[in-house]
C-alpha cells in the first residue's frame, strides 16, 4: 500500500457542544441525537462553554444567545479570536427571529440558527448541514464487499467509463458517471455516493478544484476520492496526494487494482469471502486464480482473522487451495505468511489442494516439505491427530 494513502475507517462519534442556560435544549438534544454517532457536550453559561470547548474541541456548538455570566455574543467573539476555536461552526439558540437579528447572526459568522421554541426535527436538520451525522445502526457493521456501493465516476471520457463499468462488472455495486465537475457536486449533494473516481486529467484545474470543493463541505468531506491518472502524471499525483486522496489508481485501468483500492479507501469487509468455520475448524479458502490484488486482500486481514479466531478457541487451521491450478511466487509468499502465523500462535494447520498444484509447490525450496493432501476429508483426519505443523522458518 502507498504510504501517501489514506485508509478510511467507520465514521468517529461527532462531538456536539451546547451552551445552554434551559435544561430543556438539553434533554431535547439528547432525544433527538440518541440513535445517532454523537457525543453531546453540556455547558450552562459562556464560561464553562469556552473552557469545554478549549477541552474537547467539538465538532460544531449551538450556542444559546442569552445567558448569564457571559453571553452568547461574548463567547462567539472569543471563539473568533481563538486560533484553535475560530473554525468550529457555531448554530445560535434564540428566542428572536426578526429579519434584523437574523442579519446580525449572520454577520457574526454563524453557521445556522433556531428560534426557540424549536422541533427536534430542525435541530437535527441544522447539525446534519453543518457535520455528518450519521446512525449508529449505519455505522455498527462495517461496509462489505457485497454490499450494493454508489461509485461515481467523473471523467469525461466515454471509454473510461465503460472500462470502469467492465471492472466492475462482478460486483453489486452501481456505477454514475459525471462528464464535468458541475455535474459530479450535483450528484453528491441529491444523491450522496460511497466513493468518488475522479480523473485528474479534466480541463485545467478542474479535478482539484472539485476535490477541495468536496473537502469545503461538511455533507461530503467524508467522501473517500480515488484519483484517476496516467502512470507519467507523476506531478498530478504527487498534488493529488497532498491534498488527501485516498489513492490513485493508474491508467490504463486495472479491474483488480481498481476493486483492490476501493475495498481499501472504504475499509470493506471481505474476510467472509476467504474465511469460514466449519465444524469447529477455520477454513481459508483461497480463490483462483490467485492475482497479487487478492493476495494483498487476503493478508490485509490475516493476522488480526486469524488471532481472532484462535482467541475464539479455534485451534486448528484448513487452507483450502483447490480452486487454484497453478503455484507461483505470489501464492508462496502467501503460505509463508500463513506458516509465520500459525507457528506464532502454535496454531495446527493443514493444506488442501491438486496434487499438480502440491508436486509445483514441492518445486520450491521453501515449500519442498510441506505436506498436501487432496481432500478436506484427510485434512479433517490429519488435524484430529493433533500433529503439530513444520515451523518452515527452522
Not at 244 to 272: C, M
Not at 278 to 298: C, M, W, Y
Amino acid at each position: 500500500m502507498n504510504p501517501n494513502e489514506k485508509q478510511h475507517s467507520s465514521v468517529k462519534e461527532v462531538k456536539i457542544l451546547t451552551v445552554d442556560d434551559d435544561r430543556t435544549v438539553s434533554v431535547i438534544l439528547k432525544a433527538t441525537l440518541l440513535p445517532y454517532a454523537c457525543k453531546l457536550l453540556e455547558a450552562g453559561d459562556g464560561v464553562d462553554g469556552l473552557e469545554v470547548a478549549k477541552r474537547e474541541r467539538p465538532d460544531v456548538i449551538l450556542l444559546d444567545f442569552m445567558m448569564p455570566n457571559m453571553s452568547g455574543l461574548q463567547m462567539l467573539t472569543k471563539l473568533r479570536a481563538d486560533a484553535e476555536l475560530r473554525a468550529v461552526p457555531v448554530i445560535m439558540l434564540t428566542g428572536i427571529s426578526d429579519r434584523e437579528s437574523v442579519l446580525r447572526l449572520a454577520r457574526l459568522g454563524v453557521r445556522g440558527y433556531l428560534v426557540k421554541p424549536f422541533k427536534a426535527s430542525d435541530v437535527l436538520k441544522q447539525i446534519s448541514e453543518v457535520v455528518e451525522v450519521k446512525s449508529r445502526k449505519e455505522i455498527a457493521r462495517p461496509k462489505r464487499f457485497e454490499d450494493p456501493l454508489r461509485v461515481l465516476l467523473v471523467d469525461d471520457k466515454p471509454a473510461i467509463l465503460e472500462r470502469v463499468k467492465a471492472g466492475l462488472a462482478d460486483t453489486q455495486w452501481v456505477l454514475q458517471g459525471a462528464p464535468d465537475p458541475v455535474q459530479a457536486a450535483d450528484f453528491c449533494r441529491q444523491t450522496k455516493p460511497d466513493i468518488i473516481l475522479l480523473s485528474l486529467s479534466l480541463a485545467g484545474d478542474s479535478a482539484f478544484a472539485l476535490f477541495e470543493t468536496l473537502q469545503a463541505d461538511p455533507r461530503t468531506k467524508h467522501i473517500p476520492v480515488l484519483a484517476l491518472s496516467i502512470r507519467t502524471a507523476v506531478k498530478e499525483q504527487s498534488r493529488a496526494q497532498m491534498l488527501g486522496v485516498a489513492g490513485i489508481v493508474a491508467k490504463p485501468i486495472d479491474p483488480a487494482d481498481l476493486q483492490f483500492k476501493i475495498k481499501r479507501a472504504l475499509n470493506l469487509d471481505t474476510t467472509h469471502r476467504f474465511f469460514q468455520c466449519r465444524e469447529n475448524i477455520f477454513v481459508l479458502s483461497v480463490p483462483g486464480p490467485l492475482n497479487q490484488a487478492v493476495a494483498d486482500d487476503i493478508s490485509y486481514r490475516l493476522r488480526q482473522t486469524i488471532c481472532e479466531a484462535v482467541d475464539g478457541g479455534l485451534n486448528r487451521l484448513i487452507v483450502d487451495l483447490t480452486r487454484l491450478t497453478k503455484a507461483d511466487m505470489t501464492l508462496l509468499k502467501l503460505l509463508l505468511e500463513v506458516s509465520y502465523i500459525t507457528a506464532d500462535l502454535e496454531m495446527r494447520y493443514c493444506l488442501v489442494c491438486s496434487e499438480d498444484v502440491g508436486q509445483q509447490c514441492r518445486g520450491f525450496q521453501e515449500t519442498k516439505d510441506w505436506d498436501f493432501t487432496t481432500s478436506m476429508e484427510e485434512a479433517t483426519l490429519i488435524l484430529s491427530r493433533l500433529r503439530l505443523p513444520a515451523d518452515s522458518r527452522k
